[in-house]
T-cell receptor, first 117, second 114 residues
Framework: KAGVTQTPRYLIKTRGQQVTLSCSPISGHRSVSWYQQTPGQGLQFLFEYFSETQRNKGNFPGRFSGRQFSNSRSEMNVSTLELGDSALYLC????????????????FGQGTRLTVV | AQSVTQLGSHVSVSEGALVLLRCNYSSSVPPYLFWYVQYPNQGLQLLLKYTSAATLVKGINGFEAEFKKSETSFHLTKPSAHMSDAAEYFCAVSPPTSYGKLTFGQGTILTVHP
């Protein structure tokens, strides 16, 4: 069974540009969540989608946006990149509508390493 | 609101020694608790989780953790460290209804010496 796939694995962008990251969840999973990981701030929650609807959102500026398609694949977009957006971006997928619980868990992808220069 | 504190950003043990990684949490509602491991340039792998069933939770690779409500703790232990356990470990908390949102601690880097 394939795991969570994130593409690309590495990305270098220039300040002011925009970027789109992709996440393909495990087959059958309908929930996808996104996290930003930096040395200074650690792991921070960006947003979560379930059946193409955003159900939860973290405290990030509007430059960070996401969407989910009918096949559960998700993309996140960062516009007007800043140097501080350099980070490892992780997505996680989960099977059920309850996201995590006794019989469900979140599986993480390997991440996309974004470097803004 | 939820928060997680991991005591010790770096822990060093000898191979074969006990591993103890500390995690304290605060939560306004009964939480779910998790331990994840991250190897360099990799994503997060779930070691174990507490979801209000048994308070002593056994996970993969010989790790276990005990939920202690009175101490608001969820410390991770392993009786005998192996070189392959060297990695960064994250404790996380989530209210059952907080879709997608795990609140993570700052992480503890475990070093295992031969």
């Amino acid at each position: 069974k394939a795991g969570v796939t994130q593409t690309p694995r590495y990305l270098i962008k220039t300040r002011g540009q925009q970027v789109t990251l992709s996440c393909s969840p495990i087959s059958g999973h309908r929930s996808v969540s996104w996290y930003q990981q930096t040395p200074g701030q650690g792991l921070q929650f960006l947003f979560e989608y379930f059946s193409e609807t955003q159900r939860n959102k973290g405290n990030f500026p509007g430059r960070f946006s996401g969407r989910q398609f009918s096949n559960s694949r998700s993309e996140m977009n960062v516009s007007t990149l800043e140097l501080g957006d350099s980070a490892l971006y992780l997505c996680a997928s989960s099977l059920g509508s309850s996201w995590v619980g006794l019989n469900t868990e979140a599986f993480f992808g390997q991440g996309t390493r974004l470097t803004v220069v | 609101a939820q928060s997680v504190t991991q005591l010790g950003s770096h822990v060093s043990v000898s191979e074969g020694a006990l591993v103890l990684l500390r995690c304290n949490y605060s939560s306004s509602v009964p939480p779910y608790l998790f331990w994840y491991v991250q190897y360099p340039n990799q994503g997060l792998q779930l070691l174990l989780k507490y979801t209000s069933a048994a308070t002593l939770v056994k996970g993969i690779n010989g790790f276990e953790a005990e939920f202690k409500k009175s101490e608001t703790s969820f410390h991770l232990t392993k009786p005998s460290a192996h070189m392959s356990d060297a990695a960064e470990y994250f404790c996380a908390v989530s209210p059952p209804t907080s879709y997608g949102k795990l609140t993570f601690g700052q992480g503890t880097i475990l070093t295992v010496h031969p």
